[in-house]
T-cell receptor
Framework: AQSVTQLDSQVPVFEEAPVELRCNYS??????LFWYVQYPNQGLQLLLK??????LVESINGFEAEFNKSQTSFHLRKPSVHISDTAEYFC?????????????FGPGTSLSVIP | DTEVTQTPKHLVMGMTNKKSLKCEQH?????MYWYKQKAKKPPELMFV???????INESVPSRFSPECPNSSLLNLHLHALQPEDSALYLC??????????????FGPGTRLTVL
């Protein structure tokens, strides 16, 4: 069975400092990996995804994540955070066997950017 | 149109009321999902419809009744709810056709309060 671990439930960081949000998964098969962001009182938005190919994926707002198969990790990084990055971040995994696969979400990491 | 819409945004209901949540997408997606999300927790899958047929029911109590009248519309009928059912209810959709990575598009959610 698949599972997703996000070791840090809360990450406070000063504005313009770098940040890393950790995500590890377990699965016996190949998976597809996602990071979703949820701003207060909103639904989830896809931040970035790894499907295949280059192990480094980037989003349009400066976040990047690297897929590491040997470490079974998909950590999210940003070199300089902004106040507007304050949100809940969920790592997710799916096996993609069927057209309506379950998506397994991690417990989430609450990122707080301090002015 | 690249969004999932949900109505109403907020709903307050008594334990004897009957109400419905509505979700709509016009992206041609063939799989639609209902999730329940408690504060600071990841979404919990409730139901999945694929090609307008119920494909997954995660042992949800019968006081929640899903309905998929057509490929664009998903309803969740509520009856005799309990206060612990108060949560954010999220709808999502995926292409569900020829694509196996199941990128989920989420709606903004309905904030439900059961008194």
């Amino acid at each position: 069975a698949q599972s997703v671990t996000q070791l840090d439930s809360q990450v406070p960081v000063f504005e313009e400092a770098p940040v890393e949000l950790r995500c590890n998964y377990s699965s016996s098969v190949s998976v597809y990996l996602f990071w979703y962001v949820q701003y207060p009182n909103q639904g989830l938005q896809l931040l970035l995804k790894y499907l295949s190919g280059s192990t480094l994926v980037e989003s349009i707002n400066g976040f990047e994540a690297e897929f590491n198969k040997s470490q079974t990790s998909f950590h999210l990084r940003k070199p300089s955070v902004h106040i507007s990055d304050t949100a809940e971040y969920f790592c997710a995994v799916t096996e993609g066997k069927t057209s309506y696969d379950k998506v397994i979400f991690g417990p989430g990491t609450s990122l707080s950017v301090i002015p | 149109d690249t969004e999932v819409t949900q109505t109403p945004k907020h709903l307050v209901m008594g334990m004897t009321n009957k109400k419905s949540l509505k979700c709509e997408q016009h992206m041609g997606h063939r799989a639609m999902y209902w999730y329940k999300q408690k504060a600071k927790k990841p979404p919990e899958l409730m139901f999945v419809y694929s090609y307008e047929k119920l494909s997954i029911n995660e042992s949800v109590p019968s006081r929640f009744s899903p309905e998929c009248p057509n490929s664009s519309l998903l309803n969740l009928h509520l009856h005799a709810l309990q206060p612990e059912d108060s949560a954010l209810y999220l709808c999502a959709s995926t292409r569900g056709e020829g694509v196996s990575y199941n990128e989920q598009f989420f709606g903004p959610g309905t904030r439900l309060t059961v008194l």
